[in-house]
C-alpha cells in the first residue's frame, strides 16, 4: 500500500472530525422544508473535506460514514431501499469530492461534483419513494428535481460564495497543507 493510500490516525481524525462538524453544523439549519431537506450552515462542505484533502476513497468512506450518522441522527425512513438511496449513495456521494483533490482550484470543483452527485440520488429519491407529495399538478419527477433543488443548490451558492472569500481560500489551503504533512 502506497503511503499516499496508508490510512494513519491522523486521516482517521481528520475524518472524524469533518463528520463530528457536520454533523453539528446539520442541526444548524437556514431552512428545513417539512418533507425532508434543509439549508445548513455548510455542512456539506464539510462532509467534502476529507476528499479534498485525501482523495476520492477518503472522500467516499466519510461521506457514507455520515450518512449512516444521519440516519442514526435524524432518519426520515419510508421504505428500506430509500435508506441506502438519501443516506447511504446521497451522503456518500460528497465525497466525489476527491475526484479533484489535486486540481488547481480543487475545493469548488470537487464541491461542485459532490453536490451534483448529491442531488442525482436526492432527485431519484423523491421521485421515486416520494412522488406522491408531488405540488398538485406537478410530475413526480420535475416536483423532486424542483424541491430538491431549492434547497441542496441554495446551500451550494451559500458555500461558494463563503470559499471565494480571500481569507477562507487562505484558510482551507493552510488546513490542508496540515492534514497533508
Not at 472524524?16 to 453539528?24: K, Q, V
Not at 428545513?32 to 476529507?50: A, E, Q
Not at 477518503?58 to 461521506?63: D, F, S
Not at 451550494?156 to 463563503?162: D, E, G, P
Request: hydrophobic share 55%.
Amino acid at each position: 500500500m502506497s503511503e499516499s493510500k496508508k490510512v494513519t490516525p491522523k486521516k482517521l481524525v481528520f475524518c472524524a472530525m469533518a463528520i463530528a462538524l457536520g454533523t453539528i453544523l446539520s442541526n444548524i439549519k437556514l431552512f428545513h422544508f417539512p418533507t425532508g431537506g434543509s439549508i445548513t450552515l455548510l455542512s456539506m462542505l464539510v462532509i467534502c473535506l476529507p476528499g479534498y484533502w485525501f482523495g476520492l476513497g477518503a472522500g467516499l468512506l466519510t461521506g457514507i460514514a455520515y450518512g449512516v450518522l444521519q440516519l442514526i441522527v435524524d432518519p426520515y425512513v419510508l421504505y428500506p431501499m430509500q435508506v441506502v438511496v438519501d443516506y447511504f449513495l446521497a451522503f456518500g456521494a460528497l465525497g466525489l469530492s476527491g475526484l479533484f483533490s489535486n486540481a488547481k482550484h480543487g475545493l469548488i470543483k470537487g464541491y461542485v461534483a459532490a453536490v451534483l452527485g448529491r442531488f442525482v440520488f436526492v432527485t431519484i429519491s423523491g421521485w421515486i419513494f416520494f412522488g406522491e407529495y408531488a405540488w398538485e399538478g406537478w410530475n413526480p419527477l420535475a416536483y423532486s428535481l424542483a424541491y430538491n433543488a431549492i434547497y441542496i443548490f441554495a446551500e451550494a451558492a451559500i458555500t461558494i460564495l463563503v470559499l471565494l472569500v480571500p481569507p477562507v481560500k487562505n484558510a482551507m489551503a493552510r488546513v490542508k497543507k496540515l492534514a497533508l504533512e
